[in-house]
């Protein structure tokens, strides 16, 4: 995996097929936030089910810029991953709240919020590399947990976070009336 303290840097990975994708990754800033819209809409078009992926509102991408932890995968300039991770503030984005931690907790926790991969970059692992960076990213700033939701129905996701050490902690009714699973980990330094 990539040393966070060489961001940007340059990751290949490969697919099943054996194809490589040389990608460069990279903390995102405001200039990127058009290209994460963009994506982020592409990926909710192709979405065969739609109640698997809730759009995040443009004012938190914009909020998480500035306050969180955004990471790029870039291929000829074109953003093929977005993932954030709002990192262990006090917050209603910090899906501590849903599972009723006090604010000691919330300090320690942080929340894997959305990673979307571009349809056409679908296969790498990039969802899969993702979530590595964030871990050692969240130890780094003295996290403990990491919090996380999936949609139920959505197995390919919830193959990759459990792969990662993830478990199931709660399943309610969340974004406005859609059934996710919250997930937990133990963060390791």
């Known amino acids: 995996m990539t040393d966070l303290n060489a961001l940007p840097c340059e990751v290949t990975c490969q697919n099943s097929k054996g194809q490589k994708l040389k990608t460069e990754l990279r903390l995102c800033t405001h200039k990127d936030l058009p290209r994460i819209l963009k994506l982020q809409e592409l990926v909710l078009n192709r979405m065969p089910d739609k109640d698997q992926f809730v759009w995040t509102p443009d004012v938190e991408i914009e909020e998480s810029l500035a306050e969180d932890c955004c990471i790029g995968a870039f291929h000829a300039g074109r953003l093929v991953l977005f993932a954030l991770m709002i990192k262990n503030r006090v917050s209603p984005r910090n899906l501590g709240y849903a599972l009723g931690y006090d604010e000691d907790r919330l300090k320690k926790t942080v929340t894997y919020d959305t ?3 571009d ?16 871990d050692r990213l969240a130890v780094k700033i003295g996290a403990a947990e990491a919090l996380a939701t999936i949609s139920p129905e959505n197995s390919y996701s919830l193959h990759n976070a459990m792969i990662k050490g993830f478990a199931v902690a709660a399943k309610k009714e969340m974004y406005g009336g859609y059934e996710r699973f919250i997930l937990r980990k133990v963060l390791d330094d």
Request: glycine share 16%; no cysteine; aromatic share 22%.
């Open 119 to 134: 349809p056409d970059y679908r296969g790498y692992g990039l969802q899969y590399l993702a979530i590595g960076i964030m």
């Open 115 to 117: 990673t979307f991969v």
